[in-house]
């Protein structure tokens, strides 16, 4: 796989010669191709046999470690009853397709743009917007998130 890879980026480099303008090192403007070669064959490969999955998640299987005490448990479910709404009525259906993937399902996202046809930098946008809108619904429904909660 890795003399394919080294192929592919050489046909790459030598397809987009004429676009190099000499503002970097030659070698640095070429490990560009390379590492993305490597990184979307390695993304193919690591997925071909275990394809990641998109679909939804049930909430109440999530192991709730974060809350010990029955009190906190019982706000932890209501809580997460909160984001399964929120998730459902306030996010687009690529939103919820992204961040069910990716957060829910850990899927990379190179792996997603790839399966979706977009970039990374488009899903993880998608993603962004999408934890955006979650949090600004739980706070809106009476669950404001701690500054340990935020940074997570």
């Not at 019982?74 to 939103?95: H, M, N």
């Amino acid at each position: 796989m890795a003399q394919q890879c080294a192929d592919d980026a050489l046909v790459n480099i030598l397809a987009k010669l004429d676009d190099f303008k000499g503002l970097s090192r030659f070698t640095t403007w070429a490990y560009k191709f390379a590492i993305f070669e490597v990184s979307s064959k390695l993304a193919r490969h690591a997925w071909q046999r275990h394809p990641p999955s998109r679909e939804d998640l049930d909430l109440a299987e999530i192991p709730d470690s974060l809350a010990p005490r029955l009190g906190d448990q019982a706000e932890r479910r209501e809580q997460l009853v909160a984001l399964k709404g929120a998730i459902e009525s306030d996010l687009t259906p690529r939103q919820r397709e992204v961040f069910v993937a990716v957060a829910l399902n850990d899927v990379a996202i190179d792996v997603l743009a790839l399966e979706l046809g977009s970039n990374r930098n488009a899903i993880y946008k998608n993603l962004f917007d999408a934890r955006r809108k979650l949090r600004d619904s739980l706070v809106t429904a009476g669950y404001p998130l701690t500054d340990e909660e935020l940074s997570a």
